[in-house]
C-alpha cells in the first residue's frame, strides 16, 4: 500500500512545531504534504496517514522516525500516538 502523510500547516499547527515535522518526513523520503486546517487547532501539529485516515496529534519531529518505520512501512500504526478523539481504545 502506498501510504503518505498530510501535515497540517496552518496557523495553530505551526506555532507548536508542523514545519519542523513536514520536514522531518520529507527528510525521511516519505511522501509528505502540507494541509491546511483540519480542524483540530490547539491539538497539532497534526498528521493525518493515508488512505487509512488514521490520524496522530501533538506530533514532535523525533517521533517522525518511528512513525515511518512502524505505520508508513510495516502497516502497524503506532498505538499511543494515536488522536484519540477520533481512535479512541
Ligand atoms: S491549524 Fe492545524 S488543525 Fe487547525
Redesign the pocket.
Same mark, same amino acid.
Given at each position: 500500500m502506498n501510504r503518505r502523510v498530510l501535515v #497540517?500547516? /496552518?496557523?495553530?499547527?505551526?506555532k507548536y512545531g508542523?514545519a519542523q515535522v513536514l520536514k522531518a518526513f520529507q527528510q525521511a523520503k516519505v511522501a509528505a504534504e502540507r494541509s491546511g486546517?483540519?480542524?483540530? #487547532?490547539? /491539538?497539532?501539529?497534526?498528521v493525518i496517514v493515508l488512505p487509512e485516515a488514521i490520524w496522530y496529534d501533538r506530533v514532535q519531529p523525533r517521533q517522525v522516525p518511528i512513525i515511518v518505520e512502524q505505520h508508513l512501512q510495516q502497516g502497524a500504526p503506532v498505538q499511543p500516538w494515536l488522536y484519540q478523539k477520533f481512535h479512541a481504545v
Open positions: #497540517c500547516q /496552518n496557523t495553530s499547527c505551526r508542523a486546517c483540519l480542524g483540530q #487547532c490547539g /491539538n497539532g501539529p497534526m
